[in-house]
């Protein structure tokens, strides 16, 4: 099926019109008309090839991986969803689903690494898998997610990554009441993290370089809010934190946060800047804290964190755009200037 997308050309290239073929369904196949797509600042990383090392760009690339929509097409073996139905689909399109992580629900962390939504290599096609800035995509049923009837379609579209990418490690790491967790970064990531955390029951911290965004980090779940360019206020909370989920994108000071972890205290890397981050041993050795990282989430976990949301009414704060308009959204995306975090309405597209 001929479908109309958003790509970038080269790493350089602003993002324009293309067009790309979605395989006919499969018997496990769902196909699925895409009418919003969130925008990840790993789309941006990806587009501009700024994780040449780990993932290195294939060209056309049609990023998008918060995909909703509706279901046009089933193949004849398919359970989970019907024509009509609400359906999302979000950073992983498959993966081999024998190895010992896709058998314990950790798709995400496959053995033979996950076919991701875009720049992932398709099973189908052999060639490159294509994302979200989309209008139509087709989907084995075991990597879709029920969504409910009753939400905000657009503002749940951020959940099929910011939402899950914050939700895993929390559960993880098992946040909840009697805890002091901290935040780092107010953006598409961070603002989940912070309305999840909340919702856990712990104490919120969010640490932000953006005095502007004190007021809505209050109004987002936030117990406080540190400026983290303020030494003093810095200072005020060592070796106090139970966990700290760090979603900044950039390049910034990790030892300034690892300080701030109490004995046995963790900070979770999620944000996932281009360049190495440097550590101090001895803001690690003393007194034994613990440097982590998490991807995203697995499928089951995935469809328990949008029905938790649904059921608590959590989804994200979101500013709706054409497509048209993804450029100047990736600039912003650059200074911080999202609240909080871009969703295109596919319709812009038709
Ligand atoms: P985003 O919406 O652009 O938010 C990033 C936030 O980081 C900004 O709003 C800003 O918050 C802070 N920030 C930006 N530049 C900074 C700097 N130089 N120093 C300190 N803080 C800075 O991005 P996002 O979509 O939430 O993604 C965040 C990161 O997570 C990206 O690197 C993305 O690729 C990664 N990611 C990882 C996973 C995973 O599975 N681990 C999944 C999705 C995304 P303040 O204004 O509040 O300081
Ligand atoms: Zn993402
Ligand atoms: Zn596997």
Known sequence: MSTKAFAAQTAKSPLGPFSLTRREPLPTDVQIE???????????????????????????????????????????????????????VGCMVDSCRTCPSCTRGLEQYCQHFPTLTYNGNDKHSGGVTYGGYSDSIVVDEAFTLKVSDKVDLAATAPLLCAGITTYSPLRHWK????????????????????????AFGARVVLFTTSPGKIEDGKRLGAHEVVVSKNADEMKGHASSFDFILDCVSADHDINAYLSLLKLDGTLTLVGAP?????????????????????????????????????????????????????????DRLLKGDVKYRFVIDMASLK
Not at 184 to 191: D, S
Not at 295 to 304: F, L, R, S
Request: charged content about 20%.
């Open 175 to 198: 946040v909840g009441p009697g805890q002091k967790v901290g935040i780092v970064g107010l953006g598409g990531l961070g603002h989940m993290g912070v309305k999840l955390a909340h």
């Open 34 to 88: 895409i009418l919003y797509c969130g925008v990840c600042h790993s789309d941006l990383h990806q587009a501009r090839n700024e994780w040449s090392e780990f993932a290195p760009t294939a060209y056309p690339c049609v990023p998008g991986h918060e995909i909703v929509g509706r279901v046009t097409k089933v193949g004849k073996d398919v359970k989970k969803l019907k024509v009509g139905d609400r359906a999302a």
């Open 274 to 330: 281009e360049k190495p981050l440097p550590v101090a041993a001895f803001n690690l050795i003393m007194p034994r804290r613990q440097f982590a990282g998490s991807a995203i989430g697995g499928i089951a976990e995935t469809q328990e964190m949008l029905d938790f949301c649904a059921e608590h009414g959590i989804t994200s704060d979101v500013e709706v755009i054409p497509i048209q308009k993804i450029n100047e959204a990736y």
